[in-house]
């Protein structure tokens, strides 16, 4: 068994199956030394087998790289193989560095920049552990954002220090996540370092997995572009602060219509259900599923949906839902009531990337719109129109051509690029959307389109000039509305783009043979 492991990784090795496995070996290592401390391994330990786990996890991993993988690096000229290899090793040195900072959130010069308070402060996981928490002892707050920073919090609630405590902002279902991290453990750090190690794992493993199922020349371009997304401020501020974003909305949903696509509609279902429930915008996707008339993947998401409401109401009783329904608390988040607090602050205006915070930024730019929260309204709702035509458009096209060509690697990316537009749009039909973490999707979505194009020098600038400055960020209203609106723009175009349906590049000299098909599935 040995021997033959170690034939296939001495057959597979060269420097561009090792930079893969260096990605991965290099994200996928902290995971294990962070399990380990967990479980309270002493540092020696921890440091002798977290670097036999990495040894070990080369010596497998180089075998499974993708010989199109290598061979899309390989045929590159030497400056873009060295621009390559940059993110790569950025990611391994950031992220190494970041897992000092989940084991300790004392350590603040781990973090990825010490001097941000919000990057310091902030994490997410505390509004999901203290909302299941809150949700099993006094669920008649669950909803009341005072109940989480009043001073007898921690009388039911775990301590967060250093770090602030958030309030949970989310459908009732979603509570049975956090309710099953809390069977490992009630203690916030050891669950803020587990939670850490299994989003950074499960991201990384998605994110491959789909540019593997892709295949072909447009699945070699995603993979190798996919540390570019990861070195990207958005993603990596992302696992900092533990958003359940790209996690769910992105890695899960995509992953689901893959799923899809391969009759594998339960299992499609029940992570698309849970998308739902928790972020509730990848409902937008069910309108996808129903113009192409795709019912069993529709019927099984609807039956997971049913079966997440039932177990939440097992688990935590009616309480729950009679306030996020019979209270309109629904309402009151749909329509930015439950937000005002959150926008009055002129940092959160700027970072604000929805249609809803435009007025926002006309106050700030000088226009004296008045109160701002009625034209929020109306923008959202035309953008929330113009979102479901392009779904219903994107969706036809799409079912059309698959009905008259054999789906192959460019078509699955054509389809990935539409998933992740339409998912980026979504997210922004709430009032408060982020740049931090809903901007992730828009770049992975130009990763994939970039194996569509054709590599001349005038697309790859366009294409990598619109990257960098949705990856960006400063405070400055002009930038944030350019952002904003080229994010938008990219979104349809792309999306609309790639339904139609993108001109195959031009074929090498000397090529001629077909596409190779993806090896194994998502």
């Given at each position: 068994?040995?021997?033959?492991?170690?034939?296939?990784?001495?057959?597979?090795?060269?420097?561009?199956?090792?930079?893969?496995?260096?990605?991965?070996?290099?994200?996928?290592?902290p995971?294990?030394?962070?399990?380990?401390?967990?479980?309270?391994?002493?540092?020696?330990?921890?440091?002798?087998?977290?670097?036999?786990?990495?040894?070990?996890?080369?010596?497998?991993?180089?075998?499974?790289?993708?010989?199109e993988?290598?061979?899309?690096?390989?045929?590159?000229?030497?400056?873009?193989?060295?621009?390559?290899s940059?993110p790569?090793?950025?990611?391994?040195?950031?992220?190494?560095?970041?897992?000092?900072?989940?084991?300790?959130?004392?350590?603040?010069?781990?973090?990825?920049?010490?001097?941000?308070?919000?990057?310091?402060?902030?994490?997410?996981?505390?509004?999901?552990?203290?909302?299941?928490?809150?949700?099993?002892?006094?669920?008649?707050?669950?909803?009341?954002?005072?109940?989480?920073?009043?001073?007898?919090?921690?009388?039911?609630?775990?301590?967060?220090?250093?770090?602030?405590?958030?309030?949970?902002?989310?459908p009732p279902?979603?509570l049975l996540?956090?309710?099953?991290?809390l069977?490992?453990?009630?203690?916030?750090a050891?669950?803020?370092?587990?939670?850490?190690?299994?989003?950074?794992?499960a991201?990384?493993i998605?994110?491959?997995?789909?540019?593997?199922?892709?295949?072909?020349?447009?699945?070699a371009?995603?993979?190798?572009?996919?540390?570019?997304?990861?070195?990207?401020?958005p993603?990596?501020?992302?696992?900092?602060?533990?958003?359940?974003?790209?996690?769910?909305?992105?890695?899960?949903?995509?992953?689901?219509?893959?799923?899809?696509e391969?009759r594998?509609?339960?299992?499609?279902?029940?992570?698309l259900?849970f998308?739902?429930?928790?972020?509730?915008?990848?409902?937008?996707?069910?309108?996808?599923?129903?113009?192409?008339?795709?019912?069993?993947?529709?019927?099984w998401t609807?039956?997971?949906?049913?079966?997440?409401s039932?177990?939440?109401?097992?688990?935590?009783g009616?309480?729950?839902?009679?306030?996020?329904?019979?209270?309109?608390?629904?309402?009151?988040?749909?329509?930015?009531?439950?937000?005002?607090?959150?926008?009055?602050?002129?940092?959160?205006?700027l970072?604000?990337?929805?249609?809803?915070?435009?007025?926002y930024?006309?106050?700030?730019?000088?226009?004296?719109?008045?109160?701002?929260?009625?034209?929020?309204?109306?923008?959202?709702?035309?953008?929330?129109?113009?979102?479901v035509?392009?779904?219903?458009?994107?969706?036809?096209?799409?079912?059309?051509?698959?009905?008259?060509?054999?789906?192959?690697p460019?078509?699955?990316?054509?389809?990935v690029?539409?998933?992740?537009?339409?998912?980026?749009?979504a997210s922004?039909?709430?009032?408060?959307?982020?740049?931090?973490?809903?901007?992730v999707?828009?770049?992975?979505?130009?990763?994939?389109?970039?194996?569509?194009?054709?590599?001349?020098?005038?697309?790859?600038?366009?294409?990598?000039?619109?990257?960098?400055?949705?990856?960006?960020?400063?405070e400055?209203?002009?930038?944030?509305?350019?952002?904003?609106?080229?994010?938008?723009?990219?979104?349809?175009?792309?999306?609309?783009?790639?339904?139609?349906?993108?001109?195959?590049?031009?074929?090498?000299?000397?090529?001629?043979?077909?596409?190779?098909?993806?090896?194994?599935?998502?």
């Open positions: 068994m040995i021997a033959t492991v170690w034939s296939r990784f001495r057959g597979s090795l060269d420097y561009y199956s090792a930079m893969f496995a260096v990605f991965a070996v290099g994200v996928l290592a995971v294990v030394m962070i399990v380990l401390a967990v479980a309270g391994a002493p540092n020696i330990l921890v440091a002798v087998l977290g670097i036999a786990c990495a040894a070990v996890l080369f010596v497998i991993g180089v075998p499974l790289v993708p010989a993988w290598r061979e899309m690096v390989r045929t590159k000229k030497i400056w873009v193989r060295v621009l390559w940059v790569i090793v950025l990611v391994v040195a950031l992220l190494a560095r970041l897992t000092q900072f989940i084991l300790d959130a004392h350590n603040t010069d781990a973090s990825l920049s010490p001097d941000d308070d919000f990057l310091v402060k902030k994490t997410h996981l505390s509004g999901y552990i203290s909302g299941a928490l809150v949700a099993e002892h006094d669920p008649a707050d669950l909803y009341n954002r005072h109940r989480y920073d009043s001073p007898d919090a921690d009388s039911v609630l775990p301590g967060v220090a250093p770090q602030d405590r958030d309030a949970y902002l989310y279902p979603f996540l956090p309710r099953l991290l069977l490992f453990s009630h203690d916030f050891t669950l803020r370092a587990l939670w850490y190690s299994l989003y950074v794992a991201v990384l998605g994110m491959l997995a789909i540019a593997r199922w892709i295949g072909g020349r447009q699945g371009v995603l993979a190798a572009l996919t540390p570019a997304v990861w070195i990207s401020l993603t990596l501020a992302t696992l900092q602060i533990g958003n359940i974003h790209v996690l769910v909305l992105y890695v899960g949903v995509v992953g689901a219509m893959v799923l899809f391969l594998r509609n339960v299992l499609g279902g029940a992570a259900a998308a739902i429930v928790a972020k509730v915008s990848p409902a937008i996707l069910v309108v996808y599923l129903l113009a192409q008339r795709r019912w069993k993947p529709a019927l609807g039956a997971w949906c049913g079966i997440y039932a177990a939440t109401y097992l688990v935590f009616w309480e729950p839902w009679r306030q996020f329904l019979a209270d309109g608390t629904w309402k009151r988040l749909a329509s930015g009531e439950f937000h005002q607090w959150v926008l009055e602050q002129r940092s959160n205006q970072v604000n990337y929805s249609p809803f915070g435009l007025p930024k006309a106050n700030i730019m000088g226009w004296d719109i008045g109160d701002p929260t009625g034209p929020a309204r109306l923008i959202t709702n035309v953008y929330t129109l113009l979102l035509v392009l779904v219903a458009v994107t969706a036809l096209r799409l079912r059309r051509r698959a009905a008259a060509v054999t789906a192959g460019r078509f699955r990316a054509e389809q690029v539409v998933w992740l537009a339409v998912l980026t749009l922004f039909r709430a009032p408060f959307g982020p740049w931090v973490y809903i901007t999707g828009a770049l992975w979505m130009l990763a994939a389109y970039a194996g569509l194009m054709r590599a001349t020098a005038r697309n790859v600038a366009a294409l990598t000039v619109v990257w960098l400055i949705l990856a960006l960020y400063t400055n209203v002009y930038f944030t509305l350019i952002a904003q609106f080229l994010m938008y723009l990219a979104c349809f175009a792309l999306a609309l783009r790639a339904a139609n349906g993108t001109e195959p590049a031009e074929t090498p000299s000397g090529a001629g043979k077909p596409e190779p098909q993806p090896i194994g599935a998502a």
